[in-house]
């Protein structure tokens, strides 16, 4: 999210599964199991702002 703009809550993703959200943050966190540590997946974090109902600022995204 920008500076200084307020965050309701930031759901994660391991590929294109929730795996859990943080409304406590900052700093937001959360932990899974990985099925599989040997095999490459995409991880995203979704922000959610409460001025933008319904709306998810994609704020970052870890490929390895």
Known sequence: APSGTQVAKVTFFVGDQ???????????????????????????AEATAPWAANKSLNCCSVAE
């Open 18 to 44: 929730a795996v859990g959200e943080d409304l406590e943050g900052p700093i937001y966190a959360v932990e899974w199991m990985d099925a599989n540590p040997f095999e490459a997946v995409t991880i995203r």
